[in-house]
């Protein structure tokens, strides 16, 4: 199964500022997905990130307010910008692997918006 | 546009029941698969369900698709209180990785 890190672990935001989340695999992989779960709900998924193209959106998430980097093919980073307490949230990265269609998720990043 | 939908959202049991979680999804999916999450956790992978009729066992769960009704089930065998934990079940469409989540069933299973 895939090993996926992701930083920071958490973190404490004020409104207005910008954090960047990293997500590493240890393999290479061809999609990446970057979930939300907002306290107490389910997860929502907000953009799926692929290797040399732009990421895809879901609706309701906007490029401007979650910026996505997929350099390589083990690496993915978001951006929650311009942060607002809306945002304090669970984020996720995803990937799928192999032929088993097996999705694993990394640890998550816990942010709290102040 | 899938959606998909479990109940119960809440099950409390006792030690040595059975019970079973249902997950709804409404059009055609691909795969359905069902993850198991602890309190400040994150997921954790259970089954993949890929064809109509198939079924998985792993200790005290099984789930189960059938693609024709569009309903997975994941049964529990005489609940332990390790089994306690939320239980997410979730839809693919467009042969992508995209999963589309229900709401979660918080299962708590009590001596």
């Known amino acids: 199964s895939a090993v996926i890190s992701q930083k920071p672990s958490r973190d404490i935001c004020q409104r207005g500022t910008s954090l960047t989340i990293q997500c590493q695999v240890d393999?290479?992989?061809?999609?990446m997905f970057w979930y939300r779960q907002q306290p107490g709900q389910s997860l929502t998924l907000i953009a799926t990130?692929?290797?040399?193209?732009?990421?895809?959106?879901e609706s309701g998430f906007v490029i401007d307010k979650f910026p996505i980097s997929r350099p390589n093919l083990t690496f993915s980073t978001l951006t929650v910008s311009n942060m607002s307490p809306e945002d304090s949230s669970i984020y996720l990265c995803?990937?799928?692997?192999?032929?088993?269609?097996?999705?694993?998720f990394g640890p998550g990043t816990r942010l709290t918006v102040t | 546009e899938l959606k998909v939908e479990q109940n119960p959202l809440f099950l409390s049991m006792q030690e040595g029941k059975n019970y079973t979680i249902y997950c709804n999804y409404s059009?055609?999916?691909?795969?359905l698969y069902w993850y198991r999450q602890d309190p400040g956790k994150s997921l954790e992978s259970l089954f993949v369900?890929?064809?109509?009729?198939a079924v998985k066992q792993e200790g005290r769960l099984m789930a189960s698709l059938d693609t024709k009704a569009r309903l997975s089930t994941l049964h529990i065998t005489a609940a332990v209180h390790d089994l306690s934990a939320t239980y997410f079940c979730?839809?693919?469409?467009?042969?992508?990785?995209?999963?589309?989540f229900g709401q979660g069933t918080e299962l708590s299973v009590k001596p």
């Open positions: 995803s990937v799928e692997q192999g032929l088993s269609y097996e999705q694993y």
């Open positions: 990130a692929n290797q040399g193209s732009e990421a895809t959106y």
């Open positions: 059009t055609t999916s691909d795969r």
């Open positions: 979730a839809g693919t469409y467009n042969q992508g990785g995209k999963l589309i």
């Open positions: 369900l890929l064809s109509n009729g």
């Open positions: 393999s290479q992989v061809t999609m």
